[in-house]
């Protein structure tokens, strides 16, 4: 079910002052007890007397029942502000979870959510640019992030080194004790290029070295499958 938010603006009709007065821990429990409701934001501008407040809905129903309850029909009626505007909107979970929305628990996290997220945080590209740039570069870092049974399966990108994942995470901490760690990833501004078979599981090591500090890393656009069907030398 999808979240929705509304957004009351209205003009003051007291001063602003006796309007935040008002807005105790008392007046806005019953707020806090609506079913359904995740936060609910109260907004001021006393500079041009707009007051509102933003509330967020775990779906369609909860919402309407609000609108339809006393507590909404009251705050409409209340003497302390006018030309109320009322808004109504749908989330968008995806981006707004890469923008830190506070989306409360309606919205765990997917995987495909994660793989955007990681494709929106750190650069593709493409295996013919990847190849131009190994023959090039002997400092570029090409990780495969399969286990090794799968790497052994379908081969691999040519000289592409095999970090699973799940290792990924403290061979490249800078913090763990050093038996821990692969020498390889010592220098945060080596340029490195992640992958797996199709791309997912290349994504989130991307966005995880990304997020320790790696300054030059970029995802292999499709995968080990897109450099094979490229016609790129393949490694076991």
Same mark, same amino acid.
Not at 26 to 32: H, L, T
Not at 181 to 193: E, F, K, Q, V
């Given at each position: 079910?999808?979240?929705?938010?509304?957004?009351?603006?209205?003009?003051?009709?007291?001063?602003?002052?006796?309007?935040?007065?008002?807005?105790?821990?008392?007046?806005?429990?019953?707020?806090?007890?609506?079913?359904?409701?995740?936060?609910?934001?109260?907004?001021?501008?006393?500079?041009?007397?707009?007051?509102?407040?933003?509330?967020?809905?775990?779906?369609?129903? =909860?919402?309407?029942?609000?609108?339809?309850?006393?507590?909404?029909?009251?705050? %409409?009626?209340?003497?302390?502000?006018?030309?109320?505007?009322?808004?109504?909107?749908?989330?968008?979970?995806?981006?707004?979870?890469? =923008?830190?929305?506070?989306?409360?628990?309606?919205?765990?996290?997917?995987? %495909?959510?994660?793989?955007?997220?990681?494709? =929106?945080?750190?650069?593709?590209?493409?295996?013919?640019?990847?190849?131009?740039?190994?023959?090039?570069?002997?400092?570029?870092?090409?990780?495969?992030?399969?286990?090794?049974?799968?790497?052994?399966?379908?081969?691999?990108?040519?000289?592409? *080194?095999?970090?699973?994942?799940?290792?990924?995470?403290? %061979?490249?901490?800078?913090?763990?004790?050093?038996?821990?760690?692969?020498?390889?990833?010592?220098?945060?501004?080596?340029?490195?290029?992640? =992958?797996? *078979?199709?791309?997912?599981?290349?994504?989130?090591?991307?966005?995880?070295?990304?997020?320790?500090?790696?300054?030059?890393?970029?995802?292999?656009?499709?995968?080990?499958?897109?450099?094979?069907?490229?016609?790129?030398? %393949?490694?076991?």
């Amino acid at each position: 079910m999808s979240q929705k938010l509304v957004q009351v603006n209205a003009k003051l009709a007291v001063s602003a002052q006796e309007f935040e007065q008002g807005c105790t821990p008392e007046a806005a429990q019953p707020f806090a007890d609506v079913p359904g409701l995740e936060w609910k934001i109260w907004i001021m501008n006393p500079e041009n007397g707009v007051v509102g407040g933003i509330k967020l809905f775990s779906d369609e129903e =909860t919402l309407q029942a609000y609108l339809n309850g006393p507590l909404w029909t009251g705050a %409409m009626n209340a003497p302390f502000w006018k030309d109320i505007q009322v808004s109504v909107f749908d989330i968008l979970p995806v981006p707004s979870t890469v =923008t830190r929305a506070p989306l409360g628990k309606a919205h765990p996290i997917t995987f %495909m959510q994660l793989v955007q997220e990681a494709m =929106t945080a750190v650069p593709a590209i493409k295996p013919a640019d990847a190849y131009r740039r190994l023959q090039k570069e002997p400092e570029l870092l090409v990780i495969d992030v399969r286990d090794s049974s799968e790497v052994a399966q379908t081969g691999t990108v040519a000289g592409a *080194i095999n970090i699973t994942l799940g290792n990924l995470s403290y %061979m490249a901490d800078c913090e763990v004790p050093v038996e821990w760690r692969d020498a390889r990833l010592g220098n945060r501004s080596r340029p490195i290029i992640t =992958t797996c *078979i199709l791309g997912p599981l290349g994504a989130l090591a991307g966005k995880l070295l990304h997020d320790m500090g790696f300054a030059n890393v970029q995802i292999l656009e499709g995968g080990v499958q897109a450099w094979k069907d490229a016609g790129l030398p %393949m490694s076991a």
